[in-house]
C-alpha cells in the first residue's frame, strides 16, 4: 500500500472554513467578484424533490437531497457521510444539498455520537446505500431504453447507454424508486473516487457564520415557555424545602415546580440505560415566558439543602486514589507472564505516579432541550449525542410506547462527551409532562459546570524493570473515581512488545457524576505512558525514539488477537513525524517532545516545539501525523487534527477542576483557565495516504499532544512534570539561565 502523506500548510485564499482555534478564514475571488450580470447559483434546497429512500432525495433536473443520519458535535460528520453517499451514487457533489436526518430507528443505524466511529461504520453502508440507489436509477433507464444495465454507465448524475443517449437521474427517479432493491451491488476502487478525497467545506458554514437556526438553542415554536432548573449546590446534598414567593412575583414568571419523582423511575431495571446520570436530588424548576426571566428567578428561590452522602473535596478525593494505587484490591485487565518475576530479577526499576483533575467540558452552547408532551406525542428537539437512547429512557419514564417519541437533533456547539449523557432531555420532559406546554429547558454555564458529568479525576501508577539493556517487565495501575478504562486500552500499545505486562485497575465511587471526555481515559494514560518512555529511555540511556520503534518491531507478526493496534502502521507514523519535524535538526533555542500514540482506531504521533520567551517556555509548533485510512474530507480533516491538538495541548497546560465539600470551585470561565488565542501554536498536519478503510479522527489527535508538549518541557527547562495541568507548577517552568541565554 501506498503511505505517502498529505500535508496541509496554511495558504492565503482558501474556501470558507471554520477553524479549530475558533477564527474564520473567508476565500474569494476578486475578479470573479467584479463581473456584471453574475447570476445567482440556483437555490436547491428549495427544489421539489421525489422521494427516494430514508436517505436520498432527487429532484427533476438531478439535484440531490441527502439526509445525514448521525447528531453533529462540529466533528463534521454531517457533511462526510453525505459525502460517502454522493460518491457511489455518482452525483456532483455541487448538486447536493445535506439536511440533518431525524431519529429513525426503523430506517438508520447506529444514530449516535461517539467514540470517533461515525465514518468508520458508516463507511461500508452508506456507500452501500448510494451504490445500491444508482443501480436503480441504471435499471429504470435500462427499462426504458431496452437495454441491459450493463450497457449503461453513470456520471455526476447523468446515465449514458452504449449509442451514447442519455437521461438524468430526475428523469427516472419516480421509475427508479418503484423498483426491486437490488441485493449485491459493486462498490467503486478508491482510485475511482471522485467525492470522497476532496475537500468539502462544512456543509452548514453560511448558516454559521450568517447566525441562521441552527443549534438547540436557535429552535423556537410559538407558544413555547422557558425553564430553568435549580440543582443542589454540592454533590451529597438532596433538596429538602423551598420558598418560592419572591421566585413567583417576578416579572415573566408563569409558575414554579418541583420535578424529580419521574426521573426516579430511569434508575429502576429495565427503564433506564447507560446515559441515565440523574442525581438522587428533587429539583426546582422555574417557568418563564423568557429564558432570563426563568434564571433570574431560580436566583430569588430560597432553599434548604440537606447531607446525604459525603461532602467531598479534593484532598480527600487525593487520599482515596493514593489509597487505592497503594493497595491490593486491583481488577487485572490484561496479564502476560509473570511481572512479579521480571521485577525480582531486575538490573533497574523505574517506577512513576501521574496525576489529573476532573475537568468539566465546556461546551460553547450550555445544555439545552425542548419538549412538548401530548397524548399522541412525544416532541422532543435539541442537541444529544445519543437521540435513541434519550428517546428509549424517556418514553420509558413516561410509560409511554418509544413508538410516541418523535425525536429531532439540532447541530450542536460542542459535546466531547458531555451530551452523551441525556439528563438534559429527561429534565425537560418531565417538566413538559407536569406543565402540559412546549418548553424549553436551558442550563446557564454555571449550571452547566456545576451540575456536568466531568472526567474523572484518575492517577496512575507506572513500574517498569530493566535487564540486560532490555524492557523486561511493565505494570500499569489505574485509580479513578467512578469507572475505569473500557476493555480495548490495556490491549493497546505497549501490549504484546513486553513479554511481561499487566494492567490492574481500582475505583473510588464518589457521589459526582464522571463520564466520557473526548477520548475517554487515554486523553491522560497518553501522557502518562509516553512521558514515562521518554523517561524510561534516560534510565536506559538510549535514544527515546528508537525505543520505541525497537519495542513495535517485537509485535510483528503476532498471532495475539487482542492486539488492537498496527505496529507498521504506528512506526510509519513515527518515522514520518521525525521526518516532517525536523525531529534533532532544530536551531539551538528549539526545544523538542515526542509523543506516539493508538487510539479510536487510528495511529498518530507528535513532535511539540518548544522556545523560550521572556524566560518562560512557549509551545510554538506541533508536528501531528494521522494514519486515520482514507480520509472521506482532507478539509474537514485537517479542522479536526487541529481542534485535538488545541484541545490536549490546552487541557495539559491549564485545564483544572477543584472540590470543596462537594462544591465545584470554577463555575464559569472567570475562575476555569482555557487555552487563549495567543497561545495556540501553529499545527502542521500530516496524513498518511493509503487505501484502508477509515478509522477515527475526532479524537486520536488529543491523547498525544500533552505528553509531546511536557517531553519538550522537559528538554527545555530539565524539568519532569507528572501532574496536570503543567501551569499549576510554576517553580518546573523555571528555565536554566544557560537556556535563557542559549
Known amino acids: 500500500m501506498s503511505t505517502s502523506s498529505i500535508t496541509f500548510n496554511r495558504r492565503a485564499f482558501i474556501r470558507t472554513s471554520s477553524l479549530a482555534s475558533g477564527g474564520l478564514l473567508i476565500g474569494f475571488n476578486l475578479f470573479t467578484a467584479c463581473k456584471p450580470k453574475v447570476q445567482p447559483p440556483v437555490d436547491i434546497s428549495q427544489l421539489n424533490f421525489n422521494d427516494f429512500n430514508a436517505f436520498i432525495k432527487i429532484a427533476d433536473n438531478g439535484a440531490v437531497t441527502i439526509f445525514s443520519p448521525n447528531p453533529e458535535i462540529g466533528q463534521g460528520v454531517k457533511t462526510a457521510m453525505p459525502m460517502l453517499i454522493a460518491e457511489e451514487l455518482d452525483v456532483a457533489w455541487k448538486n447536493v444539498y445535506v439536511q440533518q436526518g431525524i431519529l429513525d430507528t426503523e430506517n438508520y443505524t447506529r444514530q449516535l455520537a461517539g467514540g470517533s466511529q461515525s465514518i468508520r461504520l458508516g463507511w461500508e453502508p452508506l456507500r452501500q446505500t448510494g451504490a445500491t440507489a444508482r443501480q436503480m436509477l441504471v435499471n429504470a433507464a435500462a427499462a426504458k431504453w431496452g437495454v441491459d444495465p450493463s450497457e449503461c454507465t453513470t ?140 434564571l433570574k428567578a431560580k436566583e430569588a428561590i430560597s432553599a434548604t439543602w440537606v447531607d446525604d452522602s459525603t461532602l467531598e473535596s479534593t484532598e480527600f478525593q487525593d487520599k482515596q486514589l493514593l489509597g487505592l494505587l497503594d493497595g491490593k484490591e486491583f481488577k487485572t485487565l490484561r496479564k502476560d507472564g509473570d511481572i512479579n518475576k521480571a521485577f525480582s530479577q531486575a538490573d533497574k526499576i523505574l517506577e512513576r505516579t501521574y496525576e489529573s483533575p476532573f475537568l468539566p467540558h465546556n461546551c460553547m452552547e450550555p445544555m439545552n432541550f425542548f419538549a412538548n408532551i401530548t397524548d399522541e406525542k412525544i416532541h422532543l428537539v435539541g442537541p444529544v449525542q445519543t437521540p435513541e437512547f434519550a428517546a428509549t429512557a424517556v418514553a420509558g419514564m413516561l410509560g409511554r410506547d418509544v413508538k410516541d417519541v418523535h425525536l429531532e437533533m439540532t447541530r450542536m456547539g460542542g459535546g466531547f462527551g458531555r451530551r452523551l449523557y441525556g439528563d438534559f432531555v429527561y429534565e425537560v420532559a418531565e417538566i413538559a409532562d407536569a406543565i402540559k406546554k412546549p418548553v424549553k429547558l436551558v442550563f446557564s454555564r454555571e449550571d452547566d459546570m456545576t451540575a456536568g458529568t466531568y472526567r474523572p479525576a484518575i492517577k496512575y501508577r507506572i513500574k517498569a524493570s530493566i535487564k540486560d539493556g532490555q524492557v523486561t517487565g511493565y505494570q500499569l495501575k489505574e485509580a479513578a473515581i467512578g469507572g475505569n478504562m473500557y476493555g480495548l486500552i490495556p490491549n493497546f500499545f505497549p501490549a504484546g512488545a513486553i513479554e511481561n505486562y499487566q494492567v490492574d485497575v481500582a475505583n473510588y465511587q464518589s457521589n459526582i457524576t464522571t463520564g466520557a471526555w473526548r477520548a475517554p481515559y487515554t486523553n491522560f494514560l497518553a501522557f502518562a ?199 499549576k507548577f510554576p517553580e518546573l517552568m523555571q528555565v536554566p539561565t544557560k537556556a535563557i541565554i542559549g
Open 155 to 294: 456520471s455526476e448524475g447523468v446515465i449514458t447507454n452504449a449509442k451514447g443517449e442519455t437521461l438524468g437521474y430526475g428523469d427516472v427517479v419516480r421509475e427508479a424508486a418503484a423498483l426491486e432493491v437490488p441485493e449485491n451491488v459493486t462498490l467503486k476502487e478508491p482510485k475511482d473516487f471522485k467525492v470522497i478525497g476532496t475537500d468539502a467545506p462544512n456543509v452548514d458554514i453560511d448558516k454559521i457564520i450568517s447566525g441562521k437556526p441552527l443549534f438547540g438553542l436557535d429552535y423556537k415554536v410559538e407558544g413555547m415557555v422557558y425553564a430553568s432548573v435549580l440543582r443542589p449546590p454540592a454533590f451529597g446534598k438532596i433538596l429538602d424545602s423551598y420558598d418560592d414567593t419572591k421566585a413567583k412575583a417576578m416579572p415573566g414568571v408563569l409558575d414554579v415546580i418541583r420535578i424529580g419523582e419521574k426521573a426516579k423511575e430511569l434508575s429502576k431495571e429495565g427503564i433506564g440505560n447507560w446515559t441515565v446520570t440523574l442525581g438522587k436530588s428533587d429539583k426546582v424548576v422555574v417557568i418563564a415566558k423568557t429564558t432570563w426571566e426563568a
Open 529 to 727: 505512558e509516553q512521558s514515562f518512555f521518554d523517561e524510561l529511555a534516560e534510565t536506559m540511556e538510549v535514544d527515546r525514539i528508537q525505543l520505541r520503534l525497537d519495542l513495535l518491531e517485537k509485535v510483528k507478526g503476532t498471532t495475539d488477537e487482542r492486539i488492537e493496534y498496527s505496529p507498521e502502521r504506528m512506526q510509519n507514523v513515527i518515522k514520518v513525524a521525525v521526518d516532517k519535524s525536523g525531529w534533532g535538526k532544530k536551531e539551538e533555542g528549539v526545544f523538542q517532545g515526542f509523543a506516539a500514540y493508538y487510539c479510536h482506531n487510528s495511529h498518530v504521533a507528535e513532535v511539540a516545539d518548544v522556545e523560550i520567551e521572556n524566560g518562560m517556555p512557549v509551545v510554538k509548533k506541533v508536528t501531528c501525523v494521522v494514519d486515520c485510512g482514507i480520509v472521506v474530507n482532507p478539509l474537514g480533516a485537517k479542522n479536526q487534527i487541529e481542534g485535538g491538538v488545541i484541545d490536549g495541548v490546552g487541557h495539559a497546560m491549564y485545564g483544572d477542576l477543584t472540590f470543596l465539600d462537594g462544591q465545584p470551585q470554577s463555575q464559569n470561565y472567570d475562575k476555569y483557565r482555557l487555552i487563549r488565542m495567543g497561545e495556540i501554536p501553529v499545527v502542521e498536519s500530516h496524513l498518511i495516504q493509503n487505501d484502508l478503510a477509515p478509522t477515527g479522527l475526532g479524537e486520536p489527535t488529543l491523547p498525544p499532544a500533552g505528553a509531546a508538549v511536557a517531553n519538550a518541557l522537559k528538554a527545555a527547562t530539565g524539568n519532569r512534570f507528572t501532574q496536570q495541568p503543567f501551569s
